[in-house]
Nanobody, 123 residues
């Protein structure tokens, strides 16, 4: 059973915007930490943005801070990632994640992964 489903990826020119969505089951959405990771070909999966479900505190990777915004719609069990001022180096497969581990940008807290959505930014 798929419990996290991402959408919203696509191809965009540098400077453009995309909004990723992640629909979760209620059980998964209620995990303590929700977040977005990305993985480019040949590179390790890296944390992009995470949010604490209890207090809404968000943390961003240095590379996206000021350009990306993570948010939640608690009524619909949807996690969002608004991506503005996109750069070619943002090109990657983006994954939604949920878990109850220690809040951080590492992968160690993740218990559940989505299947990923591709984002391609051209120069």
């Amino acid at each position: 059973q798929v419990q996290l489903v991402e959408s919203g990826g696509g191809s965009v020119q540098a400077g453009g915007s995309l909004r990723l969505s992640c629909v979760a089951t209620r059980y998964i959405y209620s995990r303590r930490v929700l977040g977005w990771f990305r993985q480019a070909p040949g590179l390790e999966r890296e944390g992009v943005a995470i949010i604490d479900s209890d207090d809404g505190h968000a943390t961003y990777a240095n590379s996206v801070r000021g350009r990306f915004t993570i948010s939640k719609d608690n009524a619909k069990n949807i996690l969002y990632l608004q991506m503005n001022s996109l750069k070619p180096e943002d090109t990657a497969t983006y994954y939604c994640a949920a878990g109850d581990g220690t809040y951080s940008l590492s992968r160690r807290w993740v218990d559940y992964w989505g299947q990923g959505t591709q984002v391609t930014v051209s120069s």
